[in-house]
């Protein structure tokens, strides 16, 4: 569905992706609109979910890695399974179906190659699903994407795991799901 924006709109929004933080006042002053009318509509772009205006780590100044992986899943009950999964797993940062023998591509992060291929090798746990293809992206060299930083007081990762269990894990390949108190952040010292 493509939103029926008009200039203003634009305008508002090539404001905000030079300055998310912006205030009302000055963002009227930029678009060359009143305060109400701007309020009215970054209520709605904001509202519909058209414009979206968020903090986080950015993966590329971190220096962490990326990584497309295209996943078979033979049923579509599974398919529907398996995303769900997926969007509840932080280091996704993308899912799309498509077409062909890999029927949902996956975008996702890890802090290191290690971690990365963790992740990977963790979709080999699941049934009746065959991965089809991994190209690793390292760091990016252009584009910035948000990585959301939470501090868990969990055990269990979203997708119902525990790190602690995970030979993955025991193993130092990987530094456990940033959504738990396992997670072995190599930001914070």
Known sequence: MIPDLDSLDVKL??????????????????????????????RRLLGEEIVLVRGGLNLR??????????LEVKSDLNRLQV?????????????????????????LWGEDDQTINSTIESFRDFPNV??????????PVEGDFMIQVKIE?????????KCVDCHRYANEWCLGCPGTVDYKNPIVK
């Open 130 to 139: 065959d991965i089809v293809y991994t190209h690793y992206l390292g760091t």
């Open 13 to 42: 929004i090539e404001q905000l992706q030079t300055d998310g933080r912006v205030s009302i006042t000055d963002l009227a002053e930029r678009v060359g609109s009143s305060r109400p009318t701007v309020t009215s509509r970054l």
């Open 153 to 161: 007081e969990d055990d269990e990762t979203p997708c119902a795991r």
């Open 61 to 70: 100044k971190c220096g962490f890695k990326m990584a497309c992986v295209g």
């Open 83 to 107: 995303e769900e999964y997926l969007k509840s797993c932080p280091r996704v940062l993308s899912v799309s179906r498509t077409t062909g023998k890999a029927n949902l591509h996956i975008v």
